[in-house]
């Protein structure tokens, strides 16, 4: 069987969907977006997360490392990321996870083991698996495979995409979904391509053929001021939401900078645009546009 | 969510009053003494009397403009858990607390009712001379509380004398409610709130803390006929229970010698919801009218338990979770379907299960039926002196894991001996506790008070503690030491001996790759469940014994701070100084995966077999229960608990930051509460330590 690249798996997410459920992020990314509050996503590979507060000094990575990429200096830990080969030797040796690894190789079968450990809570609530990235669809198969076997275990499904992804493959696993979280990132063409790499015009496409397919939506809408936090995108999005037969609401996600942080563990500059987070009236005043228009806004 | 307002200005202007601790602080230290006030050469039962009767000639009678629901106990004394009356400068004789009186009957009796049972009962002349004592006694106690009465209605003649308008009429109305209760029984839904406060009331002027029990079955029927004939509307219910809950905050602010865990101790217990003897739910106008009060008022005085099953309405349900989500802890649950069953196996009557209640905290008891103690074992502290590391043990060498696990059983076995030893002899104190008797079934009949076997149902609980802590580090030990052999023991026990220190790497290895209870996994909570199996076995050989019924429970309620010190550090990787788990809830910061993992393995224990309880104890970040679905996701939570047959759950939804600036800034927190198990407590009383315990819990996300 052939295994997916999960970086992590959340239980009792309580605002991925209805109901309680575990959303499992898969690794990689055809988007590169500025804002991304998931960098360590990005990159379909295993990587290296290093913390050197958590360092106890024991030596072993440095050991059993090939290349030289550990050196302890005077009780302070140095990792070259030039020199490593991301063997990942180190990671299995360290004990008090200063180096660890970020994604992990699991076939379809155990991910929904672990899924259906809370499958009375999603009885009980509507809740059920949530897939979210990275982009599920940069794991195509894997993603179509994990969604076959929730639908036949009866647990509800939901996927959160970005929407630049193929036809025919969103075709291939409508079956499959029960809600799409679908992101709506911006609505300016040029914008969009400049701040996440894509344009957005085949997003947009997309969308609608979902909502012909009736499939349900909901909008997830990154606010991000100085960037989009605009009347025209919002005025944009109202309109989306009005031409959509079986979307269920909008929701708002203020820009917050906690991936930077992760960003720095992982050894990738990303600049900290704390200009960007929204002020809670300016976010608001947002929602307040769009409830005018008769969107519904998902708190 | 958006704020609810029901009730009237007026009301949340008393409220705020009530809240601000005004009354608490401004008890009366009167002085009472028997000395001079009593005959010479009297039994102690009378004695007893005397106390009760001095206190109710002599204590101020408090009586607030507006105020619906009057009865307050104005002692200092009272609050400090004890009867206010002194002889030869010393405290006569000792309170009662954990339990539940029995209300219900008495409410529906009215005192007169309970004067009639005792002069039947002493018409049959075979009473001893302790029994005619204690009857006599307790004729005594209720003239004394129908003085209380009667000063009430003496200080209201006097204030309407001397008010004018509204504030008359106002007084008129309450005097008028209180001409026929508590001696006859109500007629209607205000009478008897009035009625119940009063008999409560009066036991907390007289020192004892008893919890109400289930109060929307109580006077359900009342609010249901009165609703029915027009006589009230429910937002005029909803303001005399608002009021009733109001005058439940007298206490609050008392500054006095609550120890550690702050200032709600008052064990005022109300349960809701759930089904009757017959096995019909209960759940009726006065359960959601009491959600009202306390989601709008944040009165967190009463700490409320709602008994939840399968067949819950769903409107329950929802308003349980809508109220949760609010914080503030004021709701926790049990699941009723769990803990009858548990009752029923261990050989309480169907009809009889069907009434539980609490003792004031968590721990189950039969309401108006039941004298209650437990007693505290150290699950934990008997594996580390098993393994030589708690104090003035030393080192033993165990070739294999069941000689160790055998070595530990049988450690256990010789503790719950002894406690059963302990048990058989006097029940606590023996002394005298007539005003408790009263509200007792089968004192009366049986001519024996509360204290000496009187009740129906004697209970002394086997209580062990650290349990899944003793589970955790013998799964490590288990695992580490004779299945992968990564560590000798000696080796083991000498790091823990010191601490951990020098042994950082292991302990590091243990932290971040050994999974504990709490996480649903199974290697450690099958573990666990074979500490709780052999708990079981072992205190399940002594079910009664010299009238004593010994039901077990799992708790520590707080006292895993106190014994850190006999515990030394644990090899599933805690420092000495680090607290380890409470109740039965997982040790602070090992359950790292999700609040349901933490449900699932609470829940993979037989709790079926645990009579007396137990309780687990969480902690949600707020912006987990945000909006729609988060108040629908808390739901689920409450609905799988349910299915997956757990026992006892309460959710603090609180962020850690809070607490932290609450530890800074006491000023800005004062009406901040957190509920630390069976009941709550405003979270600036509580001392450094036990603020820090609930700091250390997992927040979950």
């Given at each position: ?6 970086f992590?798996?959340?239980?009792y997410?309580?605002?991925?969907g ?12 055809n988007?590169?977006?500025?804002w ?14 290093f ?11 440095v050991a ?15 990792y ?10 180190c990671?299995?040796?360290c ?12 076939t379809?079968n155990?991910?929904?083991?672990k ?12 809740g ?7 982009e ?8 179509l495979?994990l969604?076959?076997?929730a639908?036949a275990?009866?647990i509800n499904?939901c ?12 075709a291939?696993?409508l ?8 992101d ?5 063409t040029?914008r969009?391509k ?5 344009a ?15 499939k349900?939506?909901?909008l ?14 919002l005025?944009?999005i ?9 979307c ?9 900078p906690?991936g930077?942080s992760k960003?720095e563990?992982?050894?990738a500059?990303r ?10 009236t300016?976010?608001?005043?947002a929602?307040q546009?769009?409830l005018k228009?008769?969107?519904e806004?998902i708190? | ?6 009730l ?5 202007k ?6 601000s ?10 002085e009472?003494?028997?000395d001079?006030?009593?005959?010479q050469?009297?039994s ?5 009397a ?6 109710a000639?002599?204590a101020s009678?408090r009586i607030l ?5 009057i009865?307050s106990?104005t002692?200092k ?9 002194m002889?030869?400068g ?5 309170s009662v ?12 009796m ?27 006694a307790?004729k005594m106690?209720?003239e004394a509380?129908n003085t209380?009465?009667?000063r009430?209605?003496?200080?209201l ?5 001397n ?9 008129e ?5 209180i001409?026929?209760?508590p001696?006859?029984p ?5 009478e008897?709130?009035q009625?119940?406060y009063?008999m409560?009331s ?22 249901k ?5 027009g006589?009230?509307?429910l937002s ?12 439940g905050?007298?206490?609050?602010g008392?500054e006095g ?7 709600a101790m ?5 349960i809701?919801?759930g089904?009757?003897?017959?096995g019909k ?12 009060v ?6 967190n005085e ?10 819950s ?5 929802r ?5 949760q989500?609010l914080?503030g802890?004021i709701?926790a ?17 169907l ?8 003792d ?13 103690i437990?007693f505290?074992i150290d699950?934990?502290?008997i ?5 030589g ?9 165990y070739?294999?894991?069941?000689k ?5 059983k ?7 001996d002894?406690?059963n ?5 006097d ?10 008797s009263l509200l ?6 049986k ?8 009740a ?8 062990a ?11 490590v030990?288990?695992s580490?030491v004779y ?5 000798k023991l ?9 601490n951990?220190e ?9 932290l971040?790759?050994?999974e504990?209870?709490?996480n649903?996994?199974?290697?450690a ?10 708990f ?16 077990p ?25 680090t607290p380890?788990?409470?109740n ?15 449900i699932k ?5 037989d709790?079926k ?9 969480l902690k ?11 108040v629908?996701?808390?739901?689920g ?8 047959k757990g026992f006892?759950?309460h959710i603090?939804?609180?962020d850690?930051k809070t ?10 927190y ?13 979270f600036?009383t509580?001392?450094?330590e036990w ?11």
């Amino acid at each position: 069987m052939k295994k997916g690249l999960v970086f992590d798996i959340q239980k009792y997410c309580t605002h991925d969907g209805p109901g309680i459920r575990t959303t499992v992020f898969l690794k990689g990314c055809n988007l590169n977006c500025a804002w991304c509050h998931n960098p360590e996503s990005i990159k379909k590979i295993i990587e290296i997360y290093f913390t050197p507060e958590k360092c106890i000094n024991c030596g072993n990575c440095v050991a059993v490392c090939e290349n030289g990429a550990h050196l302890i200096k005077k009780g302070k830990h140095f990792y070259s990321r030039k020199k490593c080969t991301l063997c990942l030797k180190c990671a299995g040796v360290c004990d008090s996870k200063a180096v660890e690894c970020v994604g992990k190789e699991m076939t379809s079968n155990e991910v929904i083991k672990k899924v259906k450990e809370d499958f009375e809570f999603y009885e009980a609530s509507g809740g059920g698996l949530t897939l979210s990235g990275g982009e599920p669809f940069s794991q195509f198969e894997f993603t179509l495979e994990l969604l076959k076997k929730a639908h036949a275990e009866r647990i509800n499904t939901c996927v959160e995409t970005n929407g630049a992804v193929e036809k025919s493959r969103l075709a291939a696993v409508l079956p499959y979904v029960d809600l799409f979280l679908y992101d709506i990132k911006d609505t300016g063409t040029k914008r969009h391509k400049y701040f996440t790499g894509a344009a957005c015009d085949r997003i947009l496409e997309n969308l609608k053929f979902v909502d012909s397919k009736g499939k349900q939506t909901i909008l997830r809408c990154l606010m991000i001021k100085g960037v989009n936090l605009t009347a025209k995108h919002l005025a944009n999005i109202a309109n989306i939401y009005m031409h959509l037969k079986h979307c269920k609401g909008v929701e708002l996600l203020p820009y917050h900078p906690y991936g930077t942080s992760k960003a720095e563990k992982l050894g990738a500059s990303r600049k900290k645009n704390t200009r960007w987070i929204p002020s809670e009236t300016k976010l608001q005043r947002a929602k307040q546009l769009l409830l005018k228009k008769k969107v519904e806004v998902i708190e | 969510m958006e704020k609810v307002r029901r009730l009237s200005d007026f009301t949340h202007k008393l409220n705020k009053t009530a809240l601000s601790g005004k009354w608490g602080k401004g008890l009366t230290d009167l002085e009472i003494t028997l000395d001079g006030n009593c005959p010479q050469n009297i039994s102690e039962e009378l004695e007893y009397a005397y106390c009760i009767k001095l206190i109710a000639e002599n204590a101020s009678i408090r009586i607030l403009p507006g105020e619906k629901i009057i009865g307050s106990a104005t002692l200092k004394q009272s609050a400090y858990h004890k009867i206010p009356v002194m002889k030869d400068g010393k405290i006569r004789f000792p309170s009662v607390s954990h339990l539940t009186l029995g209300f219900d009957f008495a409410l529906k009796m009215g005192y007169n009712g309970l004067l009639k049972d005792i002069e039947e009962r002493k018409l049959k002349n075979d009473l001893d001379e302790k029994g005619s004592n204690l009857l006599n006694a307790m004729k005594m106690c209720i003239e004394a509380a129908n003085t209380w009465h009667q000063r009430h209605v003496e200080a209201l003649q006097e204030l309407i004398k001397n008010s004018r308008a509204v504030e008359k009429c106002n007084y008129e109305a309450v005097l008028k409610n209180i001409e026929h209760i508590p001696e006859k029984p109500p007629s209607s839904f205000y009478e008897a709130a009035q009625s119940l406060y009063f008999m409560f009331s009066f036991q907390r002027l007289c020192g004892n803390w008893s919890g109400i029990g289930r109060i929307d079955e109580m006077l359900g029927g009342f609010l249901k006929k009165d609703l029915k004939e027009g006589k009230v509307s429910l937002s005029e219910a909803r303001e005399i229970l608002a009021h009733f809950w109001i005058k439940g905050c007298d206490w609050l602010g008392f500054e006095g010698s609550q120890g550690g865990s702050g200032d709600a101790m008052f064990y005022q217990n109300i349960i809701l919801g759930g089904i009757n003897a017959e096995g019909k739910d209960i759940t009726n106008e006065v359960t959601y009218l009491i959600l009202d009060v306390v989601e709008e008022l944040k009165i967190n005085e009463f700490p409320i338990a709602v008994r939840l099953s399968s067949k819950s309405p769903e409107k329950l349900i929802r308003r349980v979770a809508e109220v949760q989500s609010l914080g503030g802890g004021i709701l926790a649950v049990y699941n009723e379907e769990t803990v009858i069953k548990a009752l029923v196996k261990f050989g309480y009557p169907l009809k009889i299960a069907r009434s539980f209640a609490n003792d004031g905290c968590w721990e189950i008891l039969i309401p108006g039926k039941t004298a209650f103690i437990y007693f505290p074992i150290d699950v934990f502290l008997i594996l580390q002196k098993t393994l030589g590391v708690a104090e003035k043990t030393t080192a033993k060498k165990y070739g294999s894991f069941e000689k160790l696990y055998g070595a530990y059983k049988k450690n256990l076995s010789i503790a719950i001996d002894s406690f059963n030893r302990i048990a058989d002899k006097d029940f606590a104190s023996g002394k005298p506790a007539t005003l408790i008797s009263l509200l007792i079934k089968d004192c009366i009949r049986k001519g024996r008070g509360y204290n000496e076997r009187g009740a129906r149902y004697t209970v002394f609980s086997p209580h062990a503690g650290g349990l899944q802590d003793a589970g955790n580090s013998l799964h490590v030990i288990k695992s580490l030491v004779y299945d992968k052999k990564t560590v000798k023991l000696s080796g083991l026990v000498r790091a823990l001996k010191n601490n951990w220190e020098g042994e950082e790497q292991l302990r590091q290895h243990i932290l971040n790759s050994m999974e504990l209870y709490g996480n649903d996994s199974k290697p450690a909570d099958t573990m666990v469940k074979r500490v709780l199996d052999d708990f079981l076995q072992l205190t399940g050989k002594v079910k009664e014994r010299k009238g004593v019924l010994r039901p077990p429970g799992i708790s520590t309620f707080g006292r895993e701070i106190e014994w850190r010190e006999k515990r030394k550090a644990s090899a599933h990787g805690y420092r000495q100084e680090t607290p380890l788990a409470i109740n039965f809830s997982p040790t602070p910061g090992s359950d790292k995966n999700s609040i349901t993992a933490v449900i699932k393995s609470y829940c993979f224990m037989d709790l079926k077999r645990l009579p007396n309880g137990t309780a687990l104890d969480l902690k949600l970040h707020p912006t987990s229960v945000k909006g729609k679905n988060g108040v629908a996701a808390l739901e689920g939570v409450l609905k799988a608990f349910v299915k997956l047959k757990g026992f006892f759950m309460h959710i603090n939804v609180i962020d850690n930051k809070t607490l932290l600036d609450a530890q800074k800034h006491p000023e800005k927190y004062r009406g901040l509460s957190v509920r630390i198990s069976g009941w709550s407590a405003r979270f600036v009383t509580l001392n450094k330590e036990w603020q820090q315990m609930i700091i250390n819990r997992t927040l979950h996300k």
